[in-house]
Every structure is written in structure tokens, then in C-alpha cells.
């Protein structure tokens, strides 16, 4: 299964790269990012489109796989790496990555929920607390 989702992740970056059309900028009712981040046992980039929210002159990015008992491999990849590269639209940046916890990570949680189409119930659906990282322009 991982393969059809990777090989997805691969057609959805290459069509948010080629064209502008909201159908690939959002996703949930949210704005769609592409995320570069290292992976931490290929040492290769990996592109993966993330829905995200715009938070102190940063963006959002939730771990949250469906309400998946498993965390996503890109979340995984991004907790062992300090700086990712993200594409919001025709912007690229170099970003620092801090996963949040506490208030701060609730907080953003809750606009995810709210915010997003999905998300509502996906903390209903799972056991672990599903995770939120900010990514902030270096």
C-alpha cells in the first residue's frame, strides 16, 4: 500500500508544480504545501503534498494520516530533520522545523479541525495524539 500512496504523493507534486488549478492547491478544505524533507534512513528527498494553516509568519503541518493509528513516514521524516523545503504555490523556501507541544500545539490542532473538512474526528479515530510541527522560513 505504500508504494500506491507514495506513487499519489509523486502525481500529486508533479500536477501542483504544473498547474495552479485549486483542485491540486487544496485539499480538505485547506491550502496544500509541498514538503522536502531528508528521509531518515534513505538520506534521500522525498516530496510530499501537506495540507497546511498559516501561523505566526510560519505553516502548520499535521501529522495526522486519516486519524491512523500509525504516524505518516513524511512526519517522521520531518521530527529527525531540523530544516525541510517547502512550495507554497510558486514560492519556495528553506524552513526551520519545530515540532509543537502543549497550548501551542492544541491550539493549532483545534484550527485544524475547525478549518479543515476532515479533520474533526480524527483524534476520535486513533489512540495516539496526533502531532503538530510549524515550519518557519529561515
Given at each position: ?47 510530499t ?6 501561523s ?11 486519524g ?15 530544516t ?55
Open positions: 500500500m505504500s508504494k500506491v500512496i507514495r506513487t499519489g504523493a509523486n502525481v500529486h507534486a508533479a500536477l501542483y508544480r504544473r498547474f495552479s488549478a485549486p483542485a491540486f492547491r487544496r485539499m480538505a478544505g485547506l491550502p496544500v504545501l509541498l514538503l522536502t524533507v531528508r528521509g531518515r534512513r534513505s538520506g534521500r528527498e522525498i516530496t503534498p501537506v495540507c497546511y494553516i498559516e505566526d509568519g510560519g505553516y502548520a503541518v499535521t501529522g495526522s494520516a486519516g491512523s493509528d500509525a504516524e505518516p513516514q513524511w512526519f517522521r521524516n520531518l521530527r529527525a530533520a531540523p525541510a523545503t517547502i512550495e507554497v504555490g510558486d514560492s519556495r523556501h528553506v524552513v526551520t522545523v519545530r515540532i509543537l507541544d502543549g497550548e501551542e500545539r492544541d491550539a493549532l490542532w483545534r484550527r485544524f479541525a475547525a478549518e479543515g473538512t476532515t479533520f474533526g474526528g480524527y483524534e476520535e479515530k486513533t489512540e495516539r495524539r496526533i502531532p503538530v510541527a510549524l515550519l518557519t522560513p529561515a
